[in-house]
């Protein structure tokens, strides 16, 4: 027997101020009817529109506007039906979901989304053979994926069927209680298989070797562009709830030039300010505060190629985990209401094994983590340099913004200061170089984050098992890998085990093995011109959504 059943989880209710913006009298109301276009500013150029291989929030930001699975992130973070027509049948034991998926749902050359697309995009994601990088998304969720991951098995295993064009059949290896969430992640888009075969190895090279099925297609794009094009897709099944006609957005590296775009209309979103600008508009009324479920860390390689590099001294990364302010980072050079952390959790995103308060404070309970305290540095760096020598040079691998350049003086400054007689030699790159340089572990220390793709610990902390090329680290602990392997496996039914696993797995990677050292967790400070309605702005997964956007 089958019944109707929908996924609950602990939402966070984002609410957010819109009104008013400074003097600018283009940013002021307007008693006409504005025209439904925006200009957005972006810190980073898009490094791919393949799902199967998104590995950074940029992509995955732009891939949100433009494609849908079969459920979406709307008002308060809620997820609603996408691709599917309505919630999925589900089996007595919960291991067996039926889809039933919206007839009128097009790709943009016209051709229907069937659930044939969705067995093909998810195939792919399973198949070693793709290199995707978030495969590991699959393993313990979809059935037979870890077998075609990890053994060899056909593909045609994988626990995904078409029943009919528009009936879509997902058997998992256990229940997951964060399933509804997880669809909302950019593997599980959808792929249609001919018009990618047809553009052969043109494919994902420029918008127009791409087709979408979500509110917009992208156009004015290629790679390494540094401005691209959201226009409303007219084959949108719920074409007629998008208002913009076309969404614009800049790479704008310079902080000041965003704002001066903002201040004279030529902007209408800066979506980042740094610590000097949020501090400045922190009592106007366009500014925005978006407190999201993402940690950013210091991230110590200890390997690069075949040649270890002096982090791979536990000591060195014990007295650089302790060697930097965090508070005096996060309201000097952030000063935009991002938060000081301890953890790799984000505060908020997961309840205590309990379900009466936080996922950090039950850590924090059980396990001392590491903070500012120059003393301790100094004890660990003296250890180190008994093996290391007493003068050791590092490199810290960064964008090449304004913004980034000053977050990594900073470090280098604190670093330097608290530990005499190191030296951190900082290198700037664009930011798709830098995300190839992490995927390939082609750095020594980086200034990283990782976001909330969806509501579970296993988001972030299943990247850093072992030779997972999405840590961006040389790391192997079988004790980690246990525990997280039974959060998927042996556990994955018992609720509170799992996250007592996830509490013993980062105190081993953060506080036993000290391989990332927290720094905070993030809150965007946005402007946002006063006109602009319904642009939902998310703590998890893409950091907004246009599709309900529109100016009044």
């Not at 059943?5 to 009298?25: H, P, R, V, Y």
């Not at 081993?508 to 702005?537: C, E, G, K």
Request: charged fraction near 25%; charge should be negative; glycine fraction near 6%.
């Amino acid at each position: 027997m089958k019944k109707k059943l929908g996924i609950t989880l602990l939402t966070l209710t984002l609410t957010a101020l819109l009104s008013g913006c400074g003097d600018s009298a283009d940013n002021k109301q307007s008693t006409a009817t504005p025209e439904q276009t925006l200009n957005i500013t972006s810190e980073a150029q898009i490094s791919t529109m393949d799902p199967a291989l998104a590995a950074d929030t940029t992509s995955t930001l732009a891939m949100n506007q433009v494609y849908e699975g079969l459920y979406i992130i709307g008002k308060d973070d809620e997820f609603v039906l996408g691709a599917a027509a309505e919630e999925p049948e589900v089996s007595d034991d919960q291991l067996t979901y039926t889809f039933s998926l919206r007839e009128d749902a097009k790709w943009s050359n016209g051709e229907p989304v069937t659930a044939h697309d969705f067995v093909y995009a998810w195939r792919l994601i399973a198949d070693p053979t793709t290199g995707s990088p978030n495969t590991d998304v699959l393993l313990g969720v979809i059935k037979n994926a870890k077998a075609i991951y990890t053994e060899g098995a056909d593909p045609e295993t994988l626990g995904v069927k078409a029943l009919d064009d528009y009936t879509l059949e997902v058997t998992l290896e256990q229940p997951i209680p964060y399933l509804k969430s997880l669809l909302t992640f950019a593997i599980f888009y959808p792929k249609n298989q001919a018009f990618i075969e047809s553009q052969g190895q043109d494919y994902g090279t420029s918008g127009e070797h791409l087709i979408y099925n979500g509110p917009f297609v992208l156009k004015k794009w290629d790679s390494f562009a540094d401005e691209w094009t959201y226009e409303k897709n007219p084959e949108y099944w719920d074409h007629d709830k998008v208002q913009l006609a076309e969404a614009k957005v800049s790479v704008i590296k310079s902080p000041s030039t965003a704002v001066n775009l903002f201040t004279t209309g030529e902007v209408n979103v800066v979506n980042k300010l740094t610590s000097e600008f949020a501090k400045n508009y922190r009592e106007d009324d366009s500014f925005l505060p978006v407190k999201q479920y993402v940690t950013f860390f210091l991230k110590m390689n200890p390997k690069r190629g075949d040649k270890e590099t002096p982090l791979a001294n536990l000591d060195l990364r014990k007295a650089i985990a302790q060697a930097f302010d965090k508070q005096k980072f996060v309201e000097n050079i952030l000063g935009d209401g991002s938060t000081p952390t301890n953890h790799l959790i984000p505060k908020g995103q997961t309840p205590s094994p309990d379900g009466k308060s936080d996922f950090t404070d039950a850590a924090s309970d059980a396990y001392d983590y590491f903070d500012y305290n120059p003393e301790e540095a100094q004890k660990s760096w003296e250890k180190a340099q008994e093996t290391l020598g007493k003068t050791v040079s590092v490199e810290f691998l960064t964008d090449d913004t304004d913004a980034a350049k000053t977050s990594a003086e900073f470090f280098a400054d604190q670093l330097e200061t608290n530990l005499p007689g190191l030296t951190v030699k900082i290198v700037q790159v664009p930011f798709p170089i830098r995300v190839e340089r992490d995927q390939k572990q082609d750095f020594e220390i980086q200034l990283s984050g990782w976001g909330t793709d969806y509501r579970d610990p296993l988001t972030v902390m299943r990247i850093f098992t072992s030779n997972n090329p999405t840590g961006g680290i040389t790391y192997a602990n079988p004790d980690y890998d246990a525990l997280i392997d039974a959060s998927r496996t042996t556990d994955a039914k018992n609720n509170s085990k799992r996250i007592e696993n996830f509490i013993e797995a980062e105190n081993i990677l953060l506080n036993q093995d000290v391989m990332l050292a927290p720094i905070y967790n993030r809150s965007l400070a946005i402007l946002s011109n006063p006109d602009i309605q319904d642009m939902y702005w998310h703590p998890f997964g893409p950091s907004y959504s246009l599709k309900w956007a529109f100016r009044q």
